[in-house]
């Protein structure tokens, strides 16, 4: 699998960027964040393969339920992850279904 340099997002379209260093307000180190203003989804370049696309899945899932006004599930984490990790797998144990 690859990183996309931009993916759609309900009828947003996010840019998706490698960064190193970034941190959350607390400074703990982030592998990824969503920006809903600016339309950028930034994944740490350091990152292993498959944690690229985990952590891409993980601020995918962050924009599905952005889009769809439910504040609650968007800023959960313990669910996002549980999801992002879920599909990740289903499309790695999977690869005919969604390679074509």
């Known amino acids: 699998m690859k990183i996309p340099k931009q993916i759609k997002i ?12 970034k941190r959350d307000e607390g400074g703990n180190l982030l592998n ?16 292993s393969e498959d944690e690229k696309i985990v952590t891409l ?8 339920f ?7 599930w968007r800023d959960n984490e313990n669910l996002i992850c549980a999801i ?3 599909l990740f797998q289903i499309i790695k144990d ?4 969604f390679n074509g």
Do not use: A, F
């Open 94 to 97: 999977n690869p005919k279904v």
């Open 32 to 47: 990824g964040e969503i920006d809903y203003t600016n339309h950028i989804i930034s994944v740490d370049k350091n990152l």
């Open 66 to 72: 952005h889009n769809q006004g439910n504040l609650k």
């Open 57 to 64: 899945i993980h601020e995918m899932t962050h924009g599905i």
């Open 10 to 21: 309900g009828w947003r379209n996010y840019i998706v960027k490698s960064c190193e260093d």
């Open 84 to 86: 992002s990790e879920g």
